[in-house]
Each structure stands twice: as C-alpha cells, then as structure tokens.
C-alpha cells in the first residue's frame, strides 16, 4: 500500500535536547512537507522540500531543521533552540505539478518533559 | 498574518442537519481550494477540493459552494452523521507547476449529535 509513514507516533524531549522525526513515502512524490499543528491555530508550514538536496523554510521555520538526502526521506529535527516544541507533527507529499492532493502521515506527537 | 479565515470554530449539528463551514481567503492567485477532515490523532485527509473555474462541487453529501468575486468558499455537509464528527480545515494553494504549499484555516470542529 502506497502512504507516507511517521515514526514515533508518540515522542517525549528533555529541554535542551534535539530530537529527529520521520517520514517516509512510497507514492514517489517529489515534494514533501512538515507541518506543526496547535490547538485553534490550524496547520502552519515549518519546511518543504520540492526535489531530493533542495527545502525551503516556511512560515515557522525557527529551531528546526530537515534534511532531504532522498526522495523517500524527509526527516525533521527540532533543535533545542525550539523554545515551544510541544505539538502534533504532521508530514506531508505531493506531486511537483501541485495539481493533485497532499497525502499526510498520520503524525508524531511531540511533548517535552 | 492569516491569509485564510475559517469559521465558525466549532459547530453543533443534529443527526440529519446540514453543516455549513465558512472560508475567507485574500491571495487571488490561489487556485487550489481543498477541504481537509480530521479524526482525533490522525492526519488529515482530503476530503473534497475546487478550482476557481467552477462555483460548486458535490461529491456524495458534500458541497463546495465557491464565490469568486467575494473570495468566499464553503463546505455543506448534507444529512450530517455522528461519523462526520471531526475538525474540518479549508486550505488554499497556488499551483502552478510548484509544489501545493498549502496555506489552511484554523479549523472547525464538527460534533453530530443523535
């Protein structure tokens, strides 16, 4: 079955440590996307990446920081300089046409202890 | 700054009821118009979308309902159920040959009651 899957579904960070997400996809999509959900705000862009070795930030991009070595991989660190990291972490892909949907993991939930 | 508006936050239907959810956008370069529905824990999942060359779309028991001259789009669930309960994002998108970045509202929170 071909969908995009997140890892851990559940994640707990010690302040001052960095953590690194996954996200994996199997629908050979170019593009992919890391959004940060908070309760009543919506889904806000943290980074996206539109071809393997290339990603732009997005409108949250502070005290994070994504890798995009290949096509199937997208993984997100939050570094400790994320001075609120505690959310839902949601990953995301979708053709480079931006003519069809994007598909979403089923995200990582990030709370710092 | 937001630049699309969703409401209301959250929203009370009776099984059978329609629910209607409200989006504002002010970009009108976007040309991508998605609704997203979302179950406690999961990601979201497409659930019906529009282009702005069309003024309404149905698929099954939801409708986009689109305004272009008001940049205005809606989303009408018909004979709402309890399984409809969930959080309903709007999004936008300017996708032309780039990757959707989409740009969602803040969401409304649908509960169908018996």
């Known amino acids: 079955d071909g969908g995009i899957t997140q890892s851990p579904k559940y994640l707990f960070r010690k302040e001052g440590q960095n953590v690194t997400l996954s996200c994996e996809q199997n629908?050979?999509?170019?593009?992919m996307y890391w959004y940060r959900q908070d309760p009543g705000q919506g889904l806000r862009l943290i980074y996206y990446?539109?071809?393997?070795?290339?990603?732009q930030k997005g409108d949250i991009a502070e005290g994070y920081s994504v890798s995009r070595e290949k096509k199937e991989s997208f993984p997100l660190t939050v570094t400790s300089a994320q001075k609120n990291p505690t959310a839902f972490y949601l990953c995301?892909?979708?053709?480079?046409?931006?003519?069809?949907?994007?598909?979403f993991g089923q995200g990582t939930r990030l709370t710092v202890v | 700054q937001q630049q699309v508006k969703q409401s209301p936050q959250s929203l009370i239907v009776q099984k059978g009821g329609i629910s209607i959810i409200n989006c504002a956008y002010e970009n009108t370069a976007f040309d991508y118009f998605p609704w997203y529905q979302q179950f406690p824990g999961k990601g979201p999942a497409l659930l019906i979308a529009?282009?702005?060359?069309?003024s309404e779309k149905k698929e099954g028991r939801f409708t986009i309902s689109f305004n272009k001259s008001a940049k205005q789009f809606s989303l009408h669930i018909m004979d709402s159920q309890p399984g409809d309960s969930a959080t309903y994002f709007c999004?936008?998108?300017?996708?032309?040959?780039?990757?959707?970045?989409?740009?969602f509202g803040t969401g409304t929170r649908l509960q169908v009651t018996l």
């Open positions: 995301a892909s979708s053709s480079p046409q931006g003519r069809t949907e994007a598909f």
């Open positions: 629908l050979n999509h170019d593009a």
């Open positions: 529009i282009r702005p060359d069309v």
């Open positions: 999004a936008a998108s300017i996708g032309t040959g780039t990757a959707s970045k989409l740009t």
């Open positions: 990446s539109q071809i393997v070795n290339d990603f």
